[in-house]
């Protein structure tokens, strides 16, 4: 019906006061009545037989329907029209609340496109970024957001990546270069080869956490709806015995069907439901979560060498590795002579270390694990810490203390999920236990497993899936480039400062760009209190409703109380459903 649908219950609200100054007589009384009726019904009946076409066969605006023909069949003219006036406008008012807060959390981020302009042979073509297909061209100017992530095919430019990264120093970029959605094009005109569908891209992902707030799990959203299910079927079954039954043997039709008009008005439920699953247990996974994600070199230990000769062989083999350990090595031994020595053949030991020849000569660089895997026997270090082990043809050559700092306000973010009412803290790592036991214990962690290979740490996700509470879920909180997969087997995924990890953007649920810890606590908070006003707003609805039902059945309240009550109803819980943020 368009722009202009609030023009028909508004008629019918003029022509409700209207006909009460008009001296009406016999058959004009329901003919005159009847205009503002079908006027206020037309809404309705389009929502319901639009519901009954997608399957939803009992619905809420059936029900408002057939209550206000059985009222407007019984007498009750000005009834039936309030019914359907109020019931437009309370809609109005649900919607109107929706779309506000669902603008709020785009203003928050802002960052969610509204368009893309696509490069065609046959020109430019604004287009909805939904449309936009993996491979397409797209030009962002100057000044612009740019909608979809991407490769730059053409043009010179500086990026904006504040509002993911929360990083103020722009980027630049050139040809080749990836850039992701939601970040705003400074400097000029460029054009980017699109590398993923939108429901992928970064600020989609980002733009989730306010989403996922308002999503039920499936499970728990089956049996509310379940529930409703049943709920109006014995109302709709009650209603047919009291109004076409019940009066075929004793008693007055006009009186039982008003009664089931009433009991029709209350089978409606009393606002749709949604929540987030009540999250009881959060794992973390120590490395870039907890601590900061970057280490430093503390002491060098060699055997039979210098330390300088230990960091350089150490470094060359970790060449290529993207581990922060890695880079902590790197950065130790400083620029390295690339004649001396390059590192060919590496190979990757996830959760353990690389190997690699540095000429003819294979080197082992990593935790004690993997020294042992490959029978090379290694001191045992004299300080606790993280200690990457280093061997040369299966000779030992000494071990490098690294070290990570725990997040500034790591303790407070997780005092903080206490209060909101997580249940379990675990804490795994693939780090030594005599570096994760003080922070496990410093920051009260119920459960601590270390010393896990990464598959290790996914069983120990799984085993947690497997024993928890039947309503409650899970959330995994990892960096996003090595904890993935591990990610995934969790109800929730949470990645922290993973600005560009593909690995974070394919399977977290929730990405929290700019690495600070207390994001997940806020965010928990926010969903809980979305949860706790569905389940006020549904059993309160409900509730309500039993009671005008029941009252109404009994004959003690009128048809247009009911109809007064049920509008004041909805209005109570819409105004609950404000309070939130
Ligand atoms: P975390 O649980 O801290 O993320 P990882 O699974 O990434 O740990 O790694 C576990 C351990 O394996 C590290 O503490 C380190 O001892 C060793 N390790 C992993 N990758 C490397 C690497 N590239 N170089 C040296 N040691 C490594
Ligand atoms: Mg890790």
Redesign the pocket.
């Known amino acids: 019906m368009g722009r202009f649908s609030w023009l028909f219950p508004l008629l019918a609200a003029l022509l409700l006061i209207a006909l009460h100054f008009v001296p009406l007589e016999g058959w004009m009384i329901p003919a005159a009545w009847a205009v503002p009726a079908l006027l206020a019904l037309m809404e309705h009946a389009a929502d319901a037989f639009e519901n009954i076409r997608s399957g939803r066969y009992l619905n809420n605006a059936l029900f408002t329907c057939l209550s206000a023909v059985l009222l407007f069949a019984t007498g009750l003219y000005a009834e039936a029209v309030l019914l359907l006036i109020l019931t437009s406008l309370t809609g109005r008012l649900e919607k109107l609340l929706n779309d506000r807060s669902q603008e709020k959390l785009n203003k928050v981020t802002e960052i969610l496109p509204t368009h893309a302009v696509l490069v065609t042979d046959e020109g430019l073509e604004r287009v909805d970024p939904a449309a936009v297909s993996v491979g397409d061209i797209l030009l962002v100017g100057a000044g612009e957001r740019i909608p979809l992530d991407g490769v730059v095919t053409e043009g010179i430019s500086t990026i904006d990546t504040a509002a993911i990264s929360g990083q103020r120093s722009p980027w630049a970029v050139n040809t080749g270069y990836k850039v992701y959605s939601g970040c705003r094009n400074l400097t000029s005109d460029i054009k980017i080869r699109v590398s993923r569908p939108y429901e992928q891209s970064t600020s989609w992902k980002l733009t989730r956490l306010a989403a996922a707030a308002t999503d039920f799990p499936s499970e728990q959203e089956n049996t509310v709806r379940r529930f409703l299910f049943w709920y109006q079927c014995a109302a709709l079954a009650l209603a047919l015995l009291l109004g076409f039954i019940l009066p075929a043997f004793r008693g007055n039709w006009i009186v039982w069907l008003r009664r089931a008009a009433v009991l029709l008005i209350a089978a409606r439920a009393a606002t749709e439901c949604f929540g987030i699953p009540l999250l009881e247990t959060v794992i973390f996974?120590k490395?870039?979560t907890i601590t900061e994600g970057r280490y430093a070199v503390t002491d060098v230990y060699p055997v039979k060498m210098s330390e300088r000769q230990l960091l350089t062989i150490a470094a060359t083999a970790e060449s290529f590795s993207r581990h922060p350990i890695a880079s902590a090595i790197r950065e130790a031994a400083g620029k390295l002579d690339e004649r001396v020595m390059r590192a060919v053949k590496i190979r990757d030991f996830p959760g353990r270390g690389v190997s690699a020849y540095l000429g003819s000569h294979q080197v082992y660089v990593g935790n004690a694990a993997l020294l042992e895997e490959h029978g090379i026997k290694y001191n045992i270090p004299a300080r606790p810490g993280t200690a990457i082990h280093v061997s040369v043809d299966e000779r030992y050559c000494g071990y490098i203390l690294v070290t990570d700092k725990v997040r500034r306000r790591a303790f407070d973010a997780l005092e903080s999920l206490r209060v909101g009412g997580i249940k379990k803290l675990v804490l795994l790592t693939?780090d030594v236990f005599s570096v994760a036991r003080p922070i496990a214990s410093r920051l009260n962690f119920d459960m601590l497993r270390a010393e896990l290979k990464p598959e290790e740490k996914a069983k120990a996700v799984a085993y947690l899936m497997n024993n928890k509470g039947q309503r409650s879920s899970i959330a995994f909180v990892g960096?996003g480039e090595?904890?993935g997969k591990i990610m995934s087997g969790a109800d929730v995924g949470i990645a922290m400062g993973s600005l560009g990890s593909d690995a974070a953007l394919a399977r977290a649920d929730v990405l929290v760009m700019d690495r600070d810890i207390f994001k997940i606590p806020k965010t928990l908070a926010i969903s809980r209190q979305v949860y706790r006003a569905a389940l006020v707003n549904l059993g309160a609805g409900f509730g309500t409703n039993a009671i005008i039902a029941l009252f109404g059945v009994l004959g003690v309240l009128s048809p247009l109380a009911a109809v007064i009550a049920s509008a004041a109803c909805c209005l109570l819980l819409l105004g609950n459903s404000l309070r939130i943020k």
């Open positions: 996974d490395t870039g693939g960096e090595n904890s």
